[in-house]
């Protein structure tokens, strides 16, 4: 997994480059950032405050308000769990039951193999498809906890076969 | 022939994608008849998905429904064979035709029929025709605020402002750099409305936000996305750029003098963002905090400019309205309330999906008529409308009509479109909590009122349906919410105690129940509720045993089966394994 020390801040030159003198552009960049390197660094975070003339705290305060961004690494496969209205209704609770269960993780957390990570996220749009999660991408819909056991199952079987 | 399937995100949630690869593969391999392959953004029947359309040569529709990989070589098969008739198994059942053919659809006139990311199928159903009008015809900014002041629109983001007011103060707000903006944050957990608009016909919103653009005088306009929509996002960049390459967007549009662009920004979660004020602080790219109004964003909004913000849906409305004229849109609806609205229909009905009807129409209709009821044949209980600001509305006022100030009066609003139905099986109590929780964590903090009190009002309702309720907790809450709603500075606060209101105003006796006698008659909370086994149903199968987490459930094969109540984690595995319905819940 990424160390924090090993971070290469020539990565986010090109964004920095095209954002740094447009103002209110932020948010954009710490997007680009975590796009780049599945979170934001602290040394990426210090690096674009002195870039752009930003203070550190003023980063860090947009970083922490939204709830995109991650101060952490995540698994290599970030589970989207959907718990906005339909999805409760529709039972998500159950779901997030059987993914805490399966790979003895809760919500905001990763594995220890850094394989997966769990995050509650408020309504991925497919509603009529309750209850929802998304993988790196993929929408899974109409989840029970069985079905969602097989998806992470199968996820572990192309990961890495027998220790799976 | 043309086939086409419908990429939303739910249709590619559902596996249209593998449809229409295995169908392009298939093609691509050997053609007899010619047949065209395309895709389609959603058409609203979202518990159809995968749709696959198939237009004949006399350009008849065939619509086949819940499409697998292995239909589609059917499909194939047929369409290869030029003969249809073994693909009715496929076909759409009279019942869910009902729910598209009940609808009116206005703002989503397009969705489900072109393709979004072709802008000649938009061209061709007379896009870009308004903007077209207005600049070719000499409309005014006047005229086309006229315009909309005739169709009566009113904002369809929640608080239901009227449309042409706000053109109009934005219109004459002193300065000349101004901004129009499109609130696309979607905040709603529950709702697709404008997901499914941009998706499914991006270049809709785009003439829309040109012709308010025109009418405020903006050069600049801004989209704000919430970040959990990529499709959206990537559909729209493609329209953004089509649009520009054509020449209706940027420099002299049309040949005119009038020069708009138009960019994206995506949001980074936050619910509070969806709120005006906040957006702009977003955009501006701090935390989205709200401001204090007045000043209006009219007056002084993005980098305190002039700037107009109206949901996506409103935008949707408006190059319909000007191209069949405000009174066409005013003649739908009801006194107050004019046009159609969308409501994403959810929960535990029948038919879910997106629904546009005229205003007017029962909430009774739209559930049970086009959305077919409840599923396994439960019965109603309530349905909830607007979300985290919103209310539930339940059976005995089902007859209400879709109008901005009947909803008002149940307690509950039109909100943005989220339509969650709710049956005997949902606890309210559990309901009221998880509107409290969503709106506890995404309180930006700003005021104490709002910041404390939905902690606290968090507190009662935890212990509530833990069974740890205590006698005058009902009236704490709703004490806590007048509170809120007199101390917080906007609408998030302000509405935050909508949904416990609501709930306590219909459903007091299901407060009682968790509070005076630990039992919650829904049978949803977890610790007020126990498993057990109905000996008379269960045929000893095992498969309850095998997928229990804590071996709670033992018994012998084709003997009745037992849960032991002291290691059952009640997690409700042992109900989907059954099937037989025998594992109970009191
Ligand atoms: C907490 C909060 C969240 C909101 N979320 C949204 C939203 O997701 N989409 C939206 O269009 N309006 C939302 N609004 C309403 C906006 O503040 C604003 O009224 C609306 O975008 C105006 O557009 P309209 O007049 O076309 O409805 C929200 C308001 C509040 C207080
Ligand atoms: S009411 Fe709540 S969300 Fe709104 S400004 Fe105050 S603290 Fe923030
Ligand atoms: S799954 Fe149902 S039928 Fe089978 S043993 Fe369990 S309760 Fe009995
Ligand atoms: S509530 Fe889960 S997808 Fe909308
Ligand atoms: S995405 Fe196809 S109907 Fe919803």
């Known amino acids: 997994m990424a160390e924090?020390?090993?971070?290469?801040?020539?990565?986010?030159?090109?964004?920095?480059?095209?954002?740094?003198d447009t103002p209110g552009s932020l948010i954009a960049i710490l997007q680009k950032t975590q796009a780049t390197y599945g979170y934001l660094p602290e040394e990426a975070i210090y690096h674009i405050a002195e870039v752009t003339g930003t203070a550190p705290a003023t980063i860090y305060g947009v970083a922490t308000f939204y709830a995109q961004f991650r101060l952490e690494p995540v698994g290599k496969h970030l589970i989207m769990l959907c718990q906005g209205t339909a999805c409760h209704v529709n039972g998500a609770e159950l779901i997030s039951a059987a993914i805490t269960d399966e790979l003895g993780i809760d919500d905001g957390e990763t594995t220890e193999d850094g394989l997966f990570s769990m995050e509650h996220v408020a309504c991925l749009g497919c509603c009529s498809l309750s209850p929802v999660m998304?993988?790196?991408?993929?929408?899974?819909?109409?989840?029970?906890?069985?079905?969602?056991?097989?998806?992470?199952?199968?996820?572990?079987?192309?990961?890495g076969g027998a220790d799976a | 022939m043309k086939l086409v399937v419908g990429e939303g995100s739910c249709g590619l949630a559902a596996g249209a994608g593998a449809v229409y690869d295995r169908l392009a593969a298939l093609l691509n391999e050997s053609n007899p008849t010619g047949a065209v392959l395309d895709i389609t953004g959603c058409n609203g029947m979202c518990f159809l998905e995968p749709i696959v359309d198939l237009y004949d040569d006399e350009g008849t529709l065939h619509?086949?429904?819940?499409?697998?990989?292995?239909?589609?070589?059917?499909?194939?098969?047929?369409?290869?064979?030029?003969?249809?008739s073994s693909l009715d198994r496929l076909g759409i059942t009279p019942d869910d035709a009902h729910f598209l053919e009940a609808q009116t659809r206005v703002a989503l006139r397009d969705c489900g029929i072109i393709n979004p990311e072709n802008i000649d199928d938009y061209i061709?159903?007379?896009?870009?025709?308004?903007?077209?009008?207005?600049?070719?015809?000499?409309?005014?900014?006047?005229?086309?605020?006229?315009?909309?002041d005739i169709s009566g629109l009113?904002?369809?983001?929640?608080?239901?402002?009227?449309?042409?007011?706000?053109?109009?103060?934005?219109?004459?707000?002193?300065?000349?750099?101004?901004?129009?903006?499109?609130?696309?944050?979607?905040?709603?957990?529950g709702a697709f409305m404008d997901r499914a608009v941009i998706e499914g016909d991006p270049h809709n919103l785009i003439e829309g936000m040109l012709i308010g653009a025109y009418a405020i005088g903006a050069s600049t306009a801004i989209v704000y996305v919430?970040?959990?929509?990529?499709?959206?996002?990537?559909?729209?960049?493609?329209?953004?750029?089509?649009?520009?390459?054509?020449?209706?967007?940027?420099?002299?549009?049309?040949?005119?003098?009038?020069?708009?662009?138009?960019?994206?920004?995506?949001g980074a979660g936050a619910f509070v963002c969806g709120e005006e004020t906040a957006l702009i602080e977003s955009l501006e790219g701090k935390r989205g905090m709200p401001r204090l109004k007045p000043p209006f964003p009219a007056q002084s909004g993005y980098w305190f400019k002039p700037s107009n913000i109206n949901n996506v849906e409103t935008y949707a409305n408006v190059p319909w309205i000007i191209n069949n004229g405000g009174a066409a849109f005013a003649a739908m609806g009801t006194e107050q309330s004019k046009g159609t609205k969308v409501f994403a229909l959810s929960g535990k009905i029948k038919r879910g999906g997106l629904v546009e009807i005229p205003m007017g129409t029962t909430?009774?209709?739209?559930?049970?008529?086009?959305g077919g009821g409840i599923r396994n044949d439960k019965e109603f209980k309530a349905v909830q409308l607007g979300g985290p600001s919103g209310g539930c509305v339940p059976k005995e006022k089902l007859d209400t009509v879709i109008d901005y100030a009947e909803l008002g009066k149940t307690g509950a609003i039109m909100g943005s479109g989220g339509m969650v139905v709710m049956d005997e099986s949902t606890c309210m109590v559990s309901m009221a909590k998880f509107f409290l929780d969503f709106t506890a964590k995404e309180s930006c903090g700003k005021c104490v009122h709002c910041r404390l009190g939905t902690k606290r009002m968090l507190e009662v309702l935890d212990r509530i349906v833990k069974g740890q309720g205590e006698e005058g907790d009902i009236e704490k809450l709703e004490e806590l919410c007048y509170a809120i709603k007199d101390g917080a500075l906007c609408g998030l606060g302000q509405t935050a105690p909508n949904p416990v209101l609501t709930t306590i105003r219909y459903f007091r006796d299901e407060?009682?129940?968790?509070?005076?006698?630990?039992?919650?008659?829904?049978?949803?909370?977890?610790?007020?509720?126990?498993?057990?086994?109905?000996?008379?149903?269960?045929?000893?199968?095992?498969?309850?045993?095998?997928?229990?987490?804590?071996?709670?459930?033992?018994?012998?094969?084709?003997?009745?089966?037992?849960?032991?109540?002291?290691?059952?984690?009640?997690?409700?595995?042992?109900?989907?394994?059954?099937?037989f319905g025998a594992v109970e819940v009191h």
């Open chain 2, 363 to 370: 909430l009774r209709d739209v559930i049970f008529d086009i």
């Open chain 2, 226 to 266: 919430r970040a959990e929509y990529p499709l959206a996002i990537v559909r729209l960049e493609k329209a953004i750029k089509d649009a520009t390459a054509r020449g209706y967007l940027g420099d002299n549009i049309l040949g005119s003098d009038f020069s708009c662009v138009l960019r994206i920004k995506a």
């Open chain 1, 134 to 159: 998304m993988i790196n991408g993929k929408t899974y819909s109409t989840l029970t906890p069985d079905k969602c056991r097989k998806v992470l199952r199968e996820i572990a079987k192309e990961e």
């Open chain 1, 4 to 20: 924090k020390t090993t971070v290469d801040l020539g990565l986010i030159a090109p964004v920095l480059e095209e954002y740094k």
């Open chain 2, 511 to 579: 407060f009682e129940a968790h509070i005076k006698e630990q039992r919650c008659p829904a049978g949803e909370c977890r610790d007020l509720i126990t498993y057990s086994i109905n000996k008379d149903k269960c045929v000893g199968c095992s498969a309850c045993a095998r997928q229990c987490p804590a071996n709670a459930i033992t018994g012998e094969l084709k003997s009745p089966f037992e849960i032991d109540a002291d290691l059952c984690v009640k997690c409700g595995n042992c109900i989907t394994a059954c099937r």
């Open chain 2, 124 to 148: 061709a159903r007379d896009g870009y025709k308004a903007i077209e009008k207005i600049l070719k015809t000499g409309m005014t900014q006047d005229d086309v605020i006229e315009q909309i």
């Open chain 2, 154 to 189: 009113r904002g369809r983001g929640g608080a239901g402002f009227s449309t042409a007011f706000k053109w109009r103060a934005a219109k004459n707000s002193e300065g000349d750099e101004k901004y129009l903006i499109c609130n696309a944050d979607e905040g709603d957990p």
């Open chain 2, 63 to 84: 619509r086949y429904v819940k499409v697998t990989e292995k239909d589609a070589d059917d499909i194939y098969a047929a369409v290869s064979a030029n003969d249809l």
